[in-house]
């Protein structure tokens, strides 16, 4: 297979001009803390199994890019041990009795070097895989992604991960307002909320693609098999 060929694959609104050696796979925040049942996720009231249904179609998209050698990038969301990186107004967010930087069930609430914070084993990334920690919901504020892609010749990602409407549909705004088209395959990617989950697409795709593509990952893994 010629990775630098493109292939139209089936998507909403219509279909993306998909390249595999300009595209690269970003996987947001699969964290323990947030899909392990047990962690700071499921402790704040949430069910889990919205966002594990996401592991499986994950691991075979993660598989058949690293076969191809194709570009993957991780990322966590989480801050410094310090807590320098924490917003105050993030940190007092929803007046709960646990909060960002406090001991949770797998160490303490997402700061960097916890096991909550850390990539599920499912999806854990190779040495060369690059891993992008950031300290907000976008996975371009504060990091390095932006240069990182611009040196790789990245102009396209496939953006999969947790949650839907939070850290992916703000990634993929910032992937987009910095010229990148965004595909999203709408089974790798989770949200506690199902309401959620379906307007959390229907707002990428709405508007001729204002945002991006809307697809189903069987449609990559047929171009990269
Ligand atoms: N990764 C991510 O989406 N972080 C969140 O806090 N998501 C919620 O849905 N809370």
């Known amino acids: 297979m010629d990775t630098s060929r493109t292939f139209p694959i089936a998507a909403e609104p219509y279909e993306f001009e998909f390249t595999p050696a300009k595209c690269a796979l970003l996987i947001i925040d ?7 049942p047990g962690g700071f996720g499921e402790m704040l009231g ?7 249904r996401t592991i499986g179609p994950n691991r075979l998209l993660l598989a058949a890019w690293r076969a ?12 410094r041990p310090d807590l320098g990186d924490l917003p105050p107004a993030k940190k007092i967010r929803g007046r709960s009795a646990s909060c960002i930087g406090d001991t949770g069930p797998m160490g303490r609430i997402l700061v960097r070097g ?6 599920i084993p499912e999806l854990y990334p190779l040495p060369s895989e690059p891993v ?3 300290p907000g919901k976008g996975a371009f ?4 992604l932006h240069a990182i892609l611009q040196n790789r010749g990245i102009t396209q ?3 999969t991960g947790v949650t839907t409407e939070v850290c992916v549909n703000t990634s993929v705004r910032e992937a987009n307002d910095r010229g990148f088209d965004c595909f999203v395959p709408s089974d790798c990617v989770g949200s506690y909320f199902p309401e959620f ?3 959390g697409l229907r707002m990428i795709k709405a508007q001729g693609g204002i945002f991006g593509w809307v697809g189903h990952s069987t449609a990559l893994l047929d171009v990269l098999q």
């Open 30 to 36: 699969m964290q323990r803390d947030f899909l392990e």
């Open 197 to 199: 989950q379906e307007m």
């Open 132 to 134: 992008i920690d950031k």
């Open 157 to 159: 990602l496939v953006v």
């Open 68 to 79: 191809r050698g194709l570009a993957v990038i991780h990322t966590r969301e989480g801050h």
């Open 114 to 119: 916890e096991p909550g914070h850390d990539i």
């Open 141 to 144: 504020w504060a990091t390095d």
């Open 46 to 52: 949430n069910d889990v199994s919205q966002l594990r």
